[in-house]
């Protein structure tokens, strides 16, 4: 719980002389470590530059807020209003001082900036008065949504969307001052509907205020309500961009997998499934927002196309005697890391380079289908290896064929050829090789720099920032520069192709509970955390998730119809999407997303900022700059309103999303004047 005594807004000071410039990085005001990462999260997913200070119970000393030239930061968040147990009578209280809020508040004033807080208590400082001591109880729901998002429209958040606040503690408030105080948000009945938020407007001194607690580590709703605060506290105008890209990778193509249950039967997907799910990605693109453009990506293993191929007629002596096998691989552990040079090659001596023939693969009418370019361009694709050989112990010899086998395979079926191909990257089979130097220096002496790693796996991930990817070295992977972009798992088993085996693997492996649709609402809940916290990485389906011709059929959002399990899960996220935003969701190909990383990590090295031109309580204009002014990644910046002009920088404007201008800095700052200046 939040609270603190009742501190006053100062009389405003007179603005400096004639024009000034505001430096837009936010400030952040947290108690430690964590509670600065909730609070910071959104402002580093847009790539908004930010400077926290953290404030222990003792106290703090305030940065420098201003300087000869005008205003170090051009937004205030204080989380919890650094609010500490004094005990006694004190109780709680803010561990600022009531000069230090002073201080802050004669800022806003001064220069026309915002502040946000949240996790507080209503009170005089908000506008408004509590509703009983908090809520809620485990179990206990109260939906919060937003009323009026007149204020922060490039939001693109929608009224009336009710999101849970179990977990979250909240306190229903009802507005006390009228004057000074509007709603901007509701809790759902209890007895009546509450107030959940405002924004308050103190003889022009600017606040929003939620009445509830954040945590964005594992709540979908802090990271969807994240974005009111970040669009009102910037004015929409930032150094940074929004952008939700849905990425769904299906591995395994042309193999056969073994099922979970019922155990002991297998599935290789059908070209009538295939055609199903290629007629539906133009149905579920018509459900999204507008600017919308999603398609699957395809991992193709192209042995399995040979073994289909030499399993019929006489196609073990059209094939050259059928496809590569060899024993069983033991497993080693999860994070293995293979001595450089060891190992036992575990392909057969012979063929030494691909040399099936196209006589061969067109024994597989999986093939054919892929082969046929309307068919192959309705997906993206990207290799997987060419048997799907384990390599955390596999050699070089062998990992150097696993890559040239499936080139030289995707460019004789003409998948290399398709519309979105992805020819630097990789799915490493079961997200392994990763430790072993050899297997990294082969994938990169064909062509390979980067590949999908797996987020369950802390090793695996950046550990400075959670939007960069990770980068292996030789310490701890045997080889420097491979670029390791994130993948989340889902609970669409790699082994499952009906509703009933993924929800009984979900019970038996990791405590799930219920049936089909309760595995869907878990997974909703996590896959909006993951896209409103605007993380760009894939989702991981497989081959057997595609199974729909002889399927039953199912339900979602009330709409009946057949569908396999990854369509069940697309539909599930992109309706409760739709239903929350007006923003478009974009898929990328393997390679498109890789670079997207990479260039992140390139313009973060800059330390860009954005300065805003003030003048008469209004922006009139930005200047974006960086060290040395020289930047090798454009930097984006987003407009709520158009720039005079956009200077040659090349521009997005998709959908109901802002605009956005990707500024090359080449020595020299670059100035926007805005078409329509901001009032403070």
């Known amino acids: 719980m939040s609270v603190s005594s009742s501190l006053v807004s100062p009389t405003a000071p007179a603005a400096p002389t004639g024009s000034f410039t505001v430096d837009s990085s936010v400030l952040v005001l947290a108690r430690d470590d964590s509670s600065a990462k909730v609070a910071t999260s959104g402002l580093n ?3 908004i530059p930010f400077t926290t200070v953290l404030v222990p119970q003792s106290g703090v000393t305030l940065p420098e807020l201003s300087s000869s030239s005008g205003g170090n930061f051009g937004g205030i968040v204080v989380a919890s209003e650094v609010s500490y147990d004094y005990g006694g009578i004190q109780g709680f209280q803010s561990a600022l001082t009531t000069d230090q809020w002073n201080q802050l508040y004669s800022y806003q004033l001064e220069y026309g900036v915002r502040m946000v807080q949240y996790d507080v208590f209503p009170g005089p400082n908000y506008g408004a008065s509590a509703i009983g001591s908090g809520c809620c109880d485990n179990g206990v729901e109260q939906e919060f949504s937003f009323t009026n998002i007149d204020d922060f429209p490039t939001s693109g958040l929608k009224t009336g969307a009710g999101v849970s606040t179990q977990g979250l503690w909240h306190y229903p408030a009802t507005i006390s001052n009228t004057t000074t105080t509007k709603e901007i948000a509701q809790f759902a009945a209890n ?3 509450s107030t959940a938020a405002v924004i308050n407007d103190f003889d022009g001194r600017q606040q929003m205020a939620f009445f509830i607690s954040f945590d964005t580590t594992w709540s979908p709703t802090s990271n969807y309500l994240q974005h009111a605060w970040i669009t009102w506290l910037t004015r929409g105008l930032y150094a940074g961009y929004r952008r939700v890209n849905l990425n769904t990778q299906i591995d395994d193509m ?8 019922p155990n002991g039967t297998t599935f290789r997907i059908r070209t009538g499934d295939l055609a199903a799910t290629a007629s539906w990605v133009t149905e579920i693109n018509s459900k999204m927002n507008p600017g919308s453009e999603y398609f699957p990506e395809v991992g193709h293993n192209g042995n399995g196309n040979i073994e289909a191929a030499s399993e019929t007629g006489n196609g073990e002596a059209i094939c050259n005697g059928g496809a590569i096998e060899y024993p069983e691989v033991p497993d080693t552990p999860l994070e293995f890391k293979k001595p450089l040079g060891t190992g036992t090659d575990r392909w057969p001596s012979t063929p030494t380079a691909y040399d099936w023939t196209t006589q061969c693969t067109d024994l597989d009418a999986l093939k054919i289908w892929w082969a046929t370019p309307e068919n192959r361009d309705k997906f993206a694709h990207i290799s997987h290896t060419f048997t799907h050989l384990e390599q955390n112990n596999a050699t070089y010899s062998d990992v150097y064929k696993e890559i040239s086998f499936n080139i030289a395979w995707l460019d004789q079926v003409g998948i290399s050829s398709a ?4 020819a630097n990257g990789i799915i490493p089979p079961a997200i392994t090789g990763l430790h072993n130097g050899d297997a990294l220096r082969a994938w990169s002496e064909n062509g390979i720099t980067n590949c999908v790693g797996d987020n369950t796996r802390p090793v695996l991930l950046n550990q400075q920032n959670e939007m960069h990817p990770y980068i292996t070295t030789v310490e701890a992977d045997g080889f420097a520069g491979m670029q390791v972009n994130g993948r989340w798992a889902t609970r669409i088993y790699y082994n499952c192709d009906t509703p009933e085996c993924t929800t009984q ?14 595995l869907l609402a878990v997974e909703k809940a996590d896959t909006m955390r993951h896209l409103f916290g605007l993380h760009h990485d894939p989702y991981m389906f497989h081959q057997a998730n595609l199974r729909q011709t002889d399927v039953q059929d199912i339900t979602i959002n009330g709409v009946t119809a057949k569908l396999s399990i990854f369509q069940a899960w697309v539909e599930t996220m992109v309706q409760e999407f739709v239903r929350l935003v007006n923003w478009p ?7 498109d997303m890789s670079d997207s990383f990479a260039a992140r990590v390139a313009r973060d090295a800059c330390k860009y900022s954005l300065n805003w031109a003030a003048n008469n309580k209004q922006i009139t204009g930005v200047t974006v700059s960086a060290n040395g002014n020289t930047c090798n990644s454009p930097i984006p910046v987003t407009f709520p309103v158009d720039p005079t002009s956009t200077q040659g920088f090349r521009t997005e404007k998709i959908g109901n999303d802002p605009l956005t201008v990707w500024v090359q800095l080449s020595g020299t700052p670059v100035t926007f004047t805005l078409s329509t200046p901001i009032a403070f």
């Open 45 to 47: 997913a847009y790539g």
């Open 419 to 422: 519309k979105r191909f992805t």
């Open 191 to 193: 007895s009546s509907t």
């Open 254 to 261: 042309f193999l056969e997998s073994d099922i979970y249950h």
């Open 585 to 591: 969701l974009i898929s990328l190909k393997h390679s």
């Open 505 to 518: 693997e979900w019970i038996d492996t990791s405590a799930g509970s219920g049936d089909f649709y309760d």
